[in-house]
């Protein structure tokens, strides 16, 4: 179960959009993440990429870690490596995740917490359980997003936003059947702590059996749902989404999901950037030649030589 819930009675309500008179965003497609390991030989699910990078445009790549109750000594994690070029965010649903960089920074992400890493310039940092959790074993369920950055933002400082679970916005559903925590963005006017350089939304709705979510959604933006446990459908035209698949949406004013079973899902999507992307690994530029610079600035100890600052949801929003 997620470690964030709430009475949705006491909850702000989101608006009824009702069903004809709404230009609902139609499923354009379906597609199973993939299983693939990181790290020290930790196991994720990616749905992405996989899609056309355009129609994830501005995100990256979506890693789904667990859920998985470890033993004793299972644990594991990604230890020291680079980054340039977009921002990583990590959301633990339930356990922990201990995050250290090059510069003396980190923090512990935990029970509903997220970390938002600009990478910008470039950064090494490493990403492991804490010691408590290798050596007693336990729940880990967490979810890692890449955002890329804008070309006038690849360079920006190196940057964390430490977003505590008391921090994400709360909201329910219209008939108060979903608990929808909003990470970045704007939902009908509800925005949450996240700071992003590209306008996006983010969010994790937990939805009871047969209940509806319906979302007003930036016609502009990217939409697509992934199914993190549970199961249910997607649209107007109720396309089954089961755990472990990504839901791709067309174009539209609104979108909406229905549970069968209590279905937890991430909703996201945002103002495609449009640019030329390079990517190697752990960098991802414009170019070519800029990835090659990022290779070389790596091998020459030339990431993550500055302070980096860490900004919290009391923090002014970027202009």
């Not at 090494?124 to 007693?136: D, K």
Request: glycine share 12%; net charge negative; proline share 9%.
């Amino acid at each position: 179960m997620p470690a964030v819930t709430a009475d949705t009675l006491t909850l702000p309500r989101l608006p009824e959009l009702p069903e004809h008179a709404t230009a609902w965003r139609p499923v354009r497609r379906v597609v199973p993440a993939r299983r693939f390991v990181e790290g020290e030989g930790f196991q994720v699910r990616r749905p992405f990429p996989g899609v056309d990078l355009a129609l994830a445009d501005p995100f990256l790549l979506l890693d789904h870690m667990g859920a998985v109750e470890y033993g004793p000594g299972e644990a594991k994690g990604a230890p020291w490596h680079p980054h340039r070029g977009f921002e990583t965010v990590t959301y633990m649903i339930d356990g922990a995740f201990e995050h250290k960089d090059s510069t003396g920074g980190g923090g512990l992400i935990t029970n509903g917490g997220t970390q938002w890493m600009t990478a910008g310039s470039g950064v090494l940092h490493s990403e492991l359980p804490p010691q408590e959790l290798v050596s007693r074993g336990g729940l880990f369920h967490g979810v890692q997003l890449w955002v890329n950055l804008p070309k006038a933002a690849k360079w920006t400082p190196p940057r964390y936003q430490d977003i505590k679970a008391h921090d994400t916005t709360l909201l329910s559903s219209d008939d108060g059947g979903a608990l929808v925590r909003v990470i970045a963005g704007d939902v009908a006017g509800h925005r949450g702590p996240g700071l992003t350089h590209t306008p996006i939304t983010y969010l994790h709705a937990t939805l009871s059996p047969h209940a509806r979510l319906a979302l007003p959604w930036p016609e502009e933006f990217t939409a697509m749902v992934y199914v993190l446990s549970g199961r249910g459908t997607v649209g107007v035209e109720r396309r089954p989404l089961e755990e472990g698949h990504l839901a791709v949406l067309d174009r539209g004013a609104a979108l909406t999901v229905r549970a069968e079973t209590t279905w937890d899902v991430l909703v996201l999507g945002g103002l495609p950037l449009n640019e030329p992307v390079a990517r190697y690994g752990p960098f991802v530029m414009n170019t070519r030649a800029e990835i090659l610079q990022a290779i070389e600035d790596f091998q020459a100890g030339r990431l993550g030589g500055t302070p980096v600052p860490h900004v919290t949801s009391a923090d002014e929003e970027l202009s």
